[in-house]
């Protein structure tokens, strides 16, 4: 089966499968290479308007069920993220998604003016991180009115710098009591699209042998396969109250069985992260065969067409 390109938000996607925020997504070089191995487009690693430090070593560790990190979005800053897509841009013109960061409200803006200098066509707005609670306070993704107010702000920035036609997404926390009422506000507040979900937590991994928290942050955010159950399970609630809203769903998604369920729940492009820490960026290639090959095994003619399908099933 040879697929269209997938439109999401106005941009051409080769596949729906995309490296998620803060995988590879460093250097203007590991992003292309992840292009080559058949993502349909790259998210990069969240952008600050400043250098930011992050937490120090160690920050990460999983298996092959779960993975929990404490990385606390490190970031040398817009220039040099200017100078990494630069470098993406002379190999690849595949799609790339910017994900911007900003702790407290005001570095949400400034961080959405310089970006919208880059010339974006979608900016995800990530809201949601639980790594830096320590140091900014509650993630804006935990409140409705702090989740529309910074929506509202960086969408009125991303216009001011000459971005206006940029599609905005915002990145959704699972650590809530009602995903949806956040999705209503952030949409109202002028979001076009949703990315769910973060990294679940704050989790905690003890080393008995020295009864010593294993992450130099004590807490982390859990993702990997484990999360897949209740990532699909929000994006289908977010899809349920929002027919048309483009989605991209991402927490755990390792397989093309994975990704096929992610999208009948009705996502529209999948996020993979921690799937490529353990199975490097070939997993991208691998994945969109598996997906292929089960949509003609099931009689399929087209991937798009299982977007939301279980909506209509149910």
């Known amino acids: 089966m040879a697929d269209p390109p997938i439109e999401f938000l106005g941009v051409k996607f080769e596949n729906p499968l995309v490296l998620a ?18 993502a349909g487009g790259v998210t990069t690693k969240s952008l600050w308007a400043k250098e930011h430090k992050g937490h120090p070593n160690p920050t990460m560790m999983g298996n092959e069920h779960w993975f929990i990190n404490a990385v606390g979005i490190p970031d040398a800053g817009p220039e040099k993220a200017a100078e990494e897509l630069a470098r993406y841009r002379a190999k690849t013109d595949a799609p790339m998604i910017f994900n911007i960061v900003g702790g407290m409200m005001e570095g949400f803006g400034e961080i959405a003016e310089k970006v919208a200098g880059m010339g974006p066509k979608i900016v995800e707005l990530n809201i949601s991180c639980p790594n830096v609670k320590d140091e900014f306070g509650k993630p804006m993704a935990c409140s409705i009115s702090k989740s529309a107010e910074v929506t509202r702000l960086v969408r009125s920035k991303l ?66 396969h484990m999360l897949k159950l209740l990532s699909v399970a929000l994006v289908y609630q977010i899809r349920a109250k929002h027919k048309d809203l483009p989605i991209i769903g991402t927490g755990g998604i390792s397989t093309g069985r994975d990704a096929i369920e992610m999208m009948m729940a009705g996502a529209s492009l999948i996020g993979m992260g921690t799937a490529v820490h353990f199975r490097g960026p070939e997993v991208f290639g691998k994945v969109a065969k598996e997906m292929n090959d089960w949509c003609d095994e099931n009689g399929e003619e087209k991937i798009t067409d299982i977007i939301g399908k279980v909506h209509a099933n149910t």
């Open 21 to 38: 925020s803060g995988i590879l997504g460093i250097t203007g070089d590991g992003m292309a290479r992840v292009i080559e191995h058949g």
């Open 159 to 224: 216009d001011e710098g000459g971005a206006a036609d940029a599609k905005l997404v915002v990145k959704l926390s699972p650590n809530v009591e009602n995903i949806v009422t956040i999705a209503d506000s952030v949409i109202e507040a002028g979001a076009d699209g949703i990315c769910a979900i973060n990294t679940l937590g704050p989790g905690m991994v003890i080393d008995i042998e020295t009864a010593q928290p294993v992450l130099h942050n004590k807490f982390g955010g859990i993702s990997g």
